[in-house]
């Protein structure tokens, strides 16, 4: 965040003694004032609702300049505020969860980090690029954006040109331009003792390469299988077909704020609606119901959506605590029948077992 500023600040500086109140900025309906504005207001009230751990809306207010306020000092402005929410992501605990709308209605202190730093580089290159000046920003700035925020954005070789193009800014060989977008902060999944929170780019690089993903594991974790989705997950993203709410979650226990699991989908729902889910608990986390408790909740969530129809596990034959997981979290045993089908369409090794949730596959 404090580079993203100092960035910002650098480029304002060298325009601050000319005009910034005329017609709109760029692509925006603002002028630059209005959208150098803007850059303040958003960085302040990101760092109220983090402070504030505000959960249904943003805090209810707002900062007005004084009269005759310059360029000068509004630039102070977007000091000040990019400081104050500086120092609220570096205080606010990695658990912590605050109000944003989209698209799952919260962001943790890195989605507002993220958010802010996407706010500071989109809105210093309006400007820049009213006044007719380049403007090009630190490369891990954008990228920290991008793997945090554009999770469903397939990452390009250059970060910042990806970053323009996916938030309708400049254009990419081989891609059409974007026209409308939204960033998507990472879905969280409550239950009675967990949350289920959902993995993003950044965090599955770090798992698949040996690292925590930025969370506090239980000791013994993660699990070598989490590790292995993370990695499909990367692959996903790297090749363009990861859509981030059927990817990967971490289990974390609400009473002590640690990880104890992964828990995901192998894939987007194909064209019949079905989807297969994967889990793994820390060895030392086994035993208490972590994963029923949690493959319950990711199935309800699944099964409300349009494009689900029918949650499949498969189970190693002679895995009979994993059985007992699907089975307490709705999953039943397929028939012959069904799992016949599944080993002819789907390669399923005969010797596993198939379990599933939500309507039932026909055979075919």
Not at 104 to 123: K, P, T, W
Not at 233 to 250: D, I, M, N, Q, S
Request: proline content about 6%; aromatic content about 8%.
């Amino acid at each position: 965040m404090e580079q993203a500023v100092a960035s910002c600040v650098a480029l304002l500086r060298t325009l601050a003694d000319r005009e910034w109140g005329g017609g709109k900025t760029g692509r925006l309906e603002w002028s630059c004032h209005e959208t150098a504005f803007h850059i303040a207001e958003a960085l302040i009230s990101y760092a109220a609702n983090l402070a504030g751990r505000a959960q249904n809306d943003y805090v209810p207010f707002e900062i007005t300049l004084d009269d005759g306020a310059d360029s000068h000092g509004l630039i102070q402005v977007i000091e000040t505020t990019g400081a104050l929410l500086t120092a609220t992501i570096r205080t606010t605990p990695p658990e912590v969860r605050a109000f944003h709308p989209y698209p799952f209605r919260s962001a943790n202190r890195e989605g507002f980090a993220a958010m802010g730093i996407a706010e500071v580089l989109l809105h210093t290159y309006d400007i820049a690029e009213e006044f007719g000046v380049a403007y090009e920003p630190p490369a891990e700035l954008p990228e920290f954006v991008l793997t945090r925020i554009f999770p469903h954005v397939q990452p390009g070789p250059d970060h910042w040109r990806t970053l323009l193009w996916a938030t309708g800014r400049g254009d990419l060989p081989g891609r059409a331009p974007v026209t409308e977008w939204r960033w998507r902060n990472n879905l969280v999944i409550p239950t009675d003792r967990l949350t289920l929170q959902g993995v993003t780019p950044a965090a599955a690089a770090d798992l698949s390469a040996g690292g925590d993903g930025g969370f506090n594991w239980v000791v013994g974790g993660p699990f070598e299988g989490t590790r292995e989705a993370a990695g499909m997950t990367l692959k996903a993203y790297e090749t363009g077909v990861h859509r981030p709410e059927f990817g990967l979650f971490v289990l974390v226990r609400k009473e002590d704020g640690l990880a104890v699991g992964g828990m995901g989908f192998h894939g987007v729902p194909d064209e019949e609606g079905r989807a297969e889910v994967g889990y793994d608990l820390v060895e030392g986390a086994r035993g208490r119901g972590y994963a029923s408790e949690a493959l319950d909740a990711l199935s309800e969530w699944a099964l409300a959506r349009d494009d689900v129809q029918l949650l499949c596990a498969i189970v190693e034959a002679d895995n009979l605590p994993s059985q007992g997981v699907t089975s307490r979290a709705g999953y039943v045993r397929a028939t012959v029948e069904e799992e016949r089908a599944a080993q002819e369409r789907h390669d399923m090794d005969p010797a596993l077992r198939l379990y599933v949730r939500g309507e039932r596959p026909t055979a075919a």
